[in-house]
């Protein structure tokens, strides 16, 4: 089994694609010509490959079906791609060695936005500017899907985006870009009210435009948040901001 959320140098290199997998928000496989139909559990797996990259069967199924007997999941996945064969559903798909992945230049909305996340968190050659922000803010990962495996990539995709828009704040903020800075900030606040260091982005992101109300507005606002919704205060790291 691989990592999690991979990124495939093929993708990353721009090859063209006739497959573009969808996971933020609603699930949805487009064609050359038009979406696709690939069932509730064919959807489960697409959607497992893209998160998990080359998986054994064996993985698979138990990940699938884990109520089910080892037998009987195994058997699920046999029928699964039985009915994606049948409707010649399986060519964005790689079988090998008792192993199944998503093709490489199969187009993967997640893997676009964790490369972009994961640029930013490098401090690469990646320029901070608007289109970044837009590429980092978004629908959760698989909206209404509620298995552990589903939750458990939903938080690390969470987590990253959230690192990422606090970095691009800062560096938006480095370049002068103030107003996309508090933008970068707000989107945290609004993925996690509760944290922070996503308010922390905002505040000091008013406070480089001259804007010490702005920054005194936020501040509150986190104060009542946190004393509202777990009976304390900020931070001094935050508090400090202001002095």
Do not use: K
Request: aromatic share 4%; glycine share 10%.
């Amino acid at each position: 089994m691989a990592g999690t959320i991979l990124s495939d140098p093929a993708v990353d290199a721009g090859t063209a694609s006739a497959w573009r997998l969808t996971l933020l928000g609603a699930w949805q496989l487009s064609g050359t010509d038009a979406t696709v139909d690939v069932g509730a559990n064919g959807q489960r797996l697409f959607a497992l490959l893209a998160l998990r990259g080359r998986c054994d069967r064996s993985y698979l199924s138990g990940v699938l079906w884990p109520e089910c007997s080892e037998p009987h999941a195994a058997g699920n996945l046999r029928a699964t791609l039985s009915r994606l064969h049948r409707r010649n559903l399986t060519d964005p798909l790689e079988s090998r060695n008792g192993s199944l992945r998503l093709r490489p230049e199969v187009s993967v909305d997640v893997r676009d936005l964790t490369r972009t996340a994961s640029a930013v968190l490098d401090g690469g050659t990646l320029r901070p500017d608007r289109r970044t922000l837009r590429r980092l803010t978004g629908d959760d990962l698989l909206v209404g899907w509620y298995e552990d495996w589903v939750l458990l990539e939903r938080e690390r995709l969470r987590q990253l985006r959230l690192h990422a828009l606090e970095a691009l704040s800062g560096q938006l903020l480095a370049t002068g870009d103030c107003a996309s800075a508090v933008e970068a900030g707000l989107a945290a606040v609004g993925i996690e009210p509760l944290r922070e260091s996503a308010h922390r982005a905002v505040i000091s992101a008013h406070l480089a435009e001259g804007n010490r109300a702005e920054a005194l507005r936020q501040y509150e606002e986190l104060r009542r948040l946190l004393g509202t919704e777990l009976g304390v205060g900020p931070s001094p790291l935050v508090a400090e901001l202001l002095r």
